[in-house]
């Protein structure tokens, strides 16, 4: 699918009735959903790992992160393999989604900016907003969303690699 200058794609997915969207070019794959190797005292959202191609891969319940109940596996529940640049490292991570739907490619005029209120998520980590099918797809900022403290972890172990 080409694009042009003025547009920029996106996966979309779903959690519980809302539509997200991440970057296509941090996607490295997508996953159907698989039992994980629990990590003790890690924060609530992390899953535990699991084995991507011979490389261990954090899971993220992204329900959790962004502030929503946690994750409920069904035939639709699949992992987005992504890679986030953080800190000057790439932070390949598993972001659990309740269902993928496409790849979509959106106008750049037509990203709205974050809403400040009205969501029941946080809005610190919304890049954008599209209108679309009568509703809306949040472009999450995987840099706000994966950057502070609680993912000091992540970052410092293996799966860790200079950008």
Not at 47 to 68: A, K, S, Y
Not at 98 to 126: C, H, L, M, N, T
Request: net charge negative; glycine share 10%.
């Amino acid at each position: 699918m080409a694009t042009n200058a003025s547009e920029s794609q996106y996966v979309t997915f779903g959690l519980d009735d809302e539509c997200f969207a991440v970057p296509v070019e941090v996607v490295r794959e997508i996953l159907d959903h698989e039992d994980v190797f629990r990590i003790p005292h890690g924060p609530d959202y992390l899953l535990g790992l699991r084995d991507v191609r011979g490389q261990g891969v954090p899971v993220i319940d992204l329900r959790l992160r962004l502030g929503m109940s946690g994750m409920a596996k069904t035939t639709h529940t699949r992992v987005l393999v992504i890679d986030v640049p953080i800190a000057g490292r790439l932070l390949t991570l598993g972001l659990v989604a309740d269902r993928v739907f496409e790849v979509a490619s959106f106008q750049k005029d037509a990203v709205e900016g974050a809403p400040d209120i009205g969501v029941r998520w946080s809005s610190e980590y919304i890049s954008g907003v599209v209108r679309r099918n009568g509703g809306f797809v949040v472009i999450i900022d995987l840099g706000r969303l994966f950057t502070g403290a609680d993912v000091t972890s992540l970052v410092a172990g293996p799966q860790a690699r200079s950008a």
